[in-house]
Each structure stands twice: as C-alpha cells, then as structure tokens.
C-alpha cells in the first residue's frame, strides 16, 4: 500500500504521473531522451544500466521492468540476465568499465574517481558514453526513491513484465 | 576539472547542460514545475530548503550552495542560520510541518525503502497533505539525481559562497526554464 492515495492498479510510475501530471512531459522527455537512442551505448545497455543502478538501490518494482526490457532488447534469457548481474557475466571490459560508474553513482556522484574514468577512456568509452552512464544512473536513483519513497508496490506478473517490457522496448516512453 | 570535455568552462550543472542541451530542457522543466509552480502550498522557499537539504546531505556542493542561496533569498533567512538547521535538524526552531517534512527527505536520500509509515504519520499529525508528503519525496529524489549528476562527472564549482547569494536574487526571478545558461 502506498503512503498516498494512488491508484495502483496502473503500473509503475505511470501511477504516480497519473497523480502528479504535471511532471509527464519532463519524464518522458527525460526518459525518451537518454534511454530511446543507439549513440554510443544502444538501447539495451541504455536499459541494463537501469536495472543495474535499481538492482543496487534494491528497488524491485524498477529492476524488474527495466531488466526485462534490457533482455528482450539484448535477446537474454532470464538466467543470462541474472548471470549480468551477479558477475557481470558476459559483460565486454568497455560495458564493465561503465557498469563500474554507474555502480559508484548509485552510492554517491563523488564515489567516481578519475582513475575509473581513466580506465573507462582506455577501454574506449566516449565522454558521450560516460556521459549518459552516469546521467541514467542519476535518474535512476530519483525514479527508485520516488516509487520506493511512496512505497508503491508491484502487482506485475511474471506475464504482465513480459508484455509491458516488449511494448516499451518497440515502443518507448513517450506513448 | 571535468572528467569529459564538456567545451565549455562553466561551473556545476551549467556546464554539463551547455554540453547536452537535449537533456537540460527536460531536467529544467522538472526543476520548474517541482520548485516553482505556483499550483503548490508549499512555499518556493519550504521548496528549495528540501532541495538544499539534499543536497547538504549528498555533500553536493554546487547544488547546496544555489539552492540554499535560494532558499535564504524566499525566507529571507541568511545562509549561516540555514547551515544550522541542516546540522541539527531536531534541535531547529523550524514549523513542526517543514521539520517533518525534512526527516522524510532525510530518508529518502538514503534511500526510498527508508521512508516510513511512522514518519508519513508524523509529517502528516503535523498538518502536512498527501501532495506535500509526494512533492517532498519527489524533489527529495530529483535532487538525488541532480547531486549526482553534477558530482559524478567531477563538475566544478565556485568556493566563494557569496557567489551564490549574489546571484540568487536573479536566479529567484528568471527560474529554471527562461535563463541564459552562460550569465
């Protein structure tokens, strides 16, 4: 149950946009912007950092949908996912690099040093690559705290996720 | 020193939005509708002080500097008594209502799971709504993302804290969505 009356019947965030509409265009164009686009890091990996960052803020409602979303994009099945998350396994060193940023976002901005960078710049990463890594990660620790801070909760089904993630991969956030 | 070339030298979020202009309109409009809307009983200032207060916490300095110039600008409070009452929360002669409302922003940026039914109770005993309970913990939030944001690609910021004030007063007036990102 969450700490406000939201209908929760509507999945994920679009509850809490369907309560407070006046944020829709900036989250979805946030969203539209940084996770629907292949330059430099496609839209899989764009998805699997989402779920990274959610899996490390324990926010499950978040991991769910965004993992399920990287995998459809990534063509995973669900033990290779977990697998990913886990060990990293499967990971080339220029996605470990970036999954290594994200994971210091997630504890704190100033937890990046630039030693990873460094790393990450050595291993081919761009500033653009950098870049949105940190800025998705960054969105990411608001959009688990906004549902967790609300305590919403998930009425997802293993079905639900699946059809929900394949429409968001075809298709986006902006619909 | 950035760690990327941002092509610019401006200091904090500045920089990196002159770098990536098409995700500083959607992060602004967020910024404007959660800090200054008018449809909102609570004040731009209760607004900011949340914001300040994150960003305090997440040790952001950029951010907690502009914001909580901001914040004394709208209260009318200078920034050396805003310091205190971010030290010593408890012991602040702030309304019970924005005191409340600072706890739960204090656990949201340790994470959301912290937030309890306990202290909704508390925040909402003394008076605040459920639209002010989800706008606490949503600019809460927002300024977990924005500190990082700014910290986690090692953006620069001026020391002098009286910059800050300097410009808040202007700041205050142009807003988030119709500013020229290089004054």
């Keep these: ?175 | 020193m950035s760690f990327i070339d941002l092509k610019n030298d401006l200091p904090g979020i500045r920089g990196l939005m002159a770098y990536s202009p098409h995700t500083a309109k959607p992060l602004n409009e967020l910024a404007e509708v959660l800090l200054r809307d008018e449809h909102n009983t609570l004040s731009r200032g209760e607004r900011e002080l949340i914001g300040a207060y994150v960003s305090w916490l997440n040790q952001c300095f950029f951010c907690q500097q502009v914001h909580e110039a901001l914040a004394g600008h709208y209260l009318a409070c200078p920034i050396g008594e805003l310091d205190q009452i971010f030290d010593n929360l408890g012991a602040s002669a702030l309304p019970a209502k924005i005191k409340a409302l600072l706890f739960i922003a204090g656990q949201v940026q340790t994470g959301g799971k912290s937030v309890s039914q306990d202290q909704v109770d508390a925040a909402r005993h003394a008076g605040a709504s459920d639209r002010e309970i989800h706008d606490t913990i949503l600019i809460a939030a927002a300024f977990c993302m924005f500190n990082r944001y700014v910290d986690g690609l090692g953006t620069w910021a001026p020391a002098d804290r009286g910059y800050y004030v300097n410009r808040a007063p202007q700041r205050a007036i142009e807003g988030y969505i119709d500013f020229d990102l290089y004054k």
């Design chain 1, 1 to 175: 149950m969450a700490y406000i009356p939201l209908d929760e019947s509507i999945p994920g965030i679009r509850s809490l946009l369907a309560y407070f509409p006046a944020i829709e265009p900036a989250m979805k164009g946030l969203m539209q912007t940084m996770m629907r686009q292949d330059r430099g890091l496609n839209k899989g990996e764009r998805e699997l950092i989402a779920a990274w960052v959610s899996h490390h803020n324990h926010c499950t409602a978040c991991e769910n949908i965004h993992g399920a979303v990287a995998s459809h994009l990534l063509g995973w099945d669900e033990a290779d996912y977990a697998r990913m998350i886990k060990e990293k396994a499967g990971a080339s060193p220029r996605l470990e690099a970036l999954l290594a940023l994200a994971r210091q976002v997630t504890c704190n901005g100033k937890k990046v040093t630039p030693e990873q960078i460094a790393k990450a710049k050595a291993l081919g990463c761009t500033d653009q690559e950098i870049h949105d890594t940190i800025l998705i990660a960054s969105m990411f620790c608001m959009f688990n705290r906004y549902i967790d801070g609300l305590g919403l909760t998930s009425r997802d089904t293993p079905e639900s996720l699946k059809t929900r993630a394949q429409h968001l991969a075809e298709y986006g956030y902006g619909t």
